[in-house]
């Protein structure tokens, strides 16, 4: 079992930054690929980053490749989204996952995530 608690998120100005975290309870937390997907209103949920559980390698939606980075830290067992150069297509629920032990390689497919948090607001006004 993994808990996931996201927060950092709220209303920023386009061109802002925005730092979203991910606390995380559970035993396999350290050895899990995680995963930051996020929803705008009446889009489906769609792939924004990933991370490898040692934080070694990292991947990326084309839409935010250069503006987000994805990090964790295993100590406190917290990944983050740093968010800079917000665009209001940006806007959406924030969602941090936990993606299924057996995959080994980084994923961009929501079905191969088993936990997920309850999401945050991210709000970019132009």
């Known amino acids: 079992q993994v808990q996931l608690v996201e927060s950092g998120g709220g209303l920023v100005q386009a061109g802002g930054s925005l730092r979203l975290s991910c606390a995380a309870s559970g035993r396999t937390f350290s050895s899990r690929n995680m995963g930051w997907f996020r929803q705008a209103p009446g889009k489906e949920r769609e792939f924004a980053a990933a991370?490898?559980?040692?934080?070694?390698?990292?991947g990326y939606a084309d839409s935010v490749k250069g503006r987000f980075t994805i990090s964790r830290d295993n100590a406190k067992n917290t990944v983050y989204l740093q968010m800079n150069s917000l665009k209001p297509e940006d806007t959406g629920v924030y969602y941090c996952a936990a993606r299924q032990t057996h995959f080994t390689a980084l994923g961009s497919d929501y079905a191969e995530y088993d936990y997920w948090g309850q999401g945050t607001q991210v709000t970019v006004s132009s």
């Open positions: 991370i490898s559980w040692s934080g070694g390698r990292t």
